[in-house]
């Protein structure tokens, strides 16, 4: 359990360092370039990735995925400052109900009675954690966390197709996105410093190498979860999804005085009804 309390906290403190950057003025498509820097020289470290042996994919994946994580980076970091962690993090978690519609589509799954209730009750959680009592909410309040659940969701199942690409390990396959995202990522804060006249900082690659280190730690811890309760695998997945969502509420509302309405309460708690619901089906077959 070791592994999946070290994710847990990794995937938090990823929202608690976006929820600084602004503090601190740290510009935050630098720190994402950086980011992904480091996480390449961490795969080669941890992973047994052959270099020799890397080539360009035939397969679009790959192209879409290095385009959408620095992007969807991009989002979360803007979600964070607008709604907070708490809520971020529960949009975020509840994007894996999109890879249950997209298993109906693309992985010839079939839906389930629990199945059909946990997207009922996560949907449900997400109208009901963004919803503002103001009577003009802010565009921002919504639209971002709403690009959150879709951008995750859509990264989610791309990741899937690359994972059964039978040429490719994961590992491998994991270190080619990092280059897309890197190598796109490099090219913008480029473009921004030349256009832009925005100055390269070390403060940014410093906030860039944390931030890689855990993005990637957290990858890795997630990994390791999986290997070592392989016989388990739902475990691992509720465990995590489960933990972020009370971890992120409790920093976002105790640490960061993030305030949450009585229905978003019952939002959240939907939420985690809605987890459990898809672990226990998928560990006890039911339907």
Request: one cysteine or more.
């Amino acid at each position: 359990m070791i592994y999946i309390l070290l994710s847990i906290l990794c995937s938090v403190t990823v929202g608690i360092l976006f929820k600084l950057a602004r503090r601190y003025k740290i510009d935050i498509p630098q720190a994402i370039a950086w980011n992904y820097l480091f996480a390449i020289g961490l795969c080669l470290v941890f992973f047994d990735i052959k270099v020799r042996e890397l080539e360009i994919p035939s397969s679009p994946i790959y192209i879409y995925l290095g385009i959408l994580l620095p992007g969807i980076f991009l989002i979360l970091s803007r979600s964070i400052k607008e709604i907070g962690i708490a809520k971020t993090d529960i949009a975020q978690r509840l994007s894996l109900l999109i890879p249950i519609v997209a298993s109906y589509y693309l992985f010839a799954e079939q839906f389930t009675i629990t199945k059909v209730i946990a997207l009922v009750f996560g949907l449900a959680a997400i109208v009901m954690i963004l919803f503002k009592p103001s009577k003009v909410a802010s565009r921002g309040s919504v639209i971002y966390p709403v690009l959150v659940f879709v951008g995750y969701g859509i990264v989610d199942v791309l990741f899937k197709k690359v994972a059964l690409m039978p040429t490719i390990s994961y590992p491998t396959s994991l270190l080619i996105v990092f280059l897309l995202a890197f190598s796109l990522s490099f090219i913008t804060i480029v473009y921004l410093a030349v256009v832009k006249k925005q100055k390269f900082q070390m403060i940014n690659f410093v906030c860039g190498a944390i931030l890689g280190l855990i993005n990637f730690s957290n990858i890795y811890f997630y990994l390791k979860a999986h290997k070592a309760l392989s016989k388990t695998p739902s475990i691992v997945f509720a465990s995590m999804n489960l933990g972020v969502i009370v971890l992120g509420t409790i920093v976002g509302v105790y640490i960061f005085r993030e305030k949450l309405s009585r229905l978003n309460i019952i939002g959240v708690i939907l939420a985690l009804l809605s987890i459990v619901i898809l672990t226990v089906s998928s560990f006890y077959g039911i339907r």
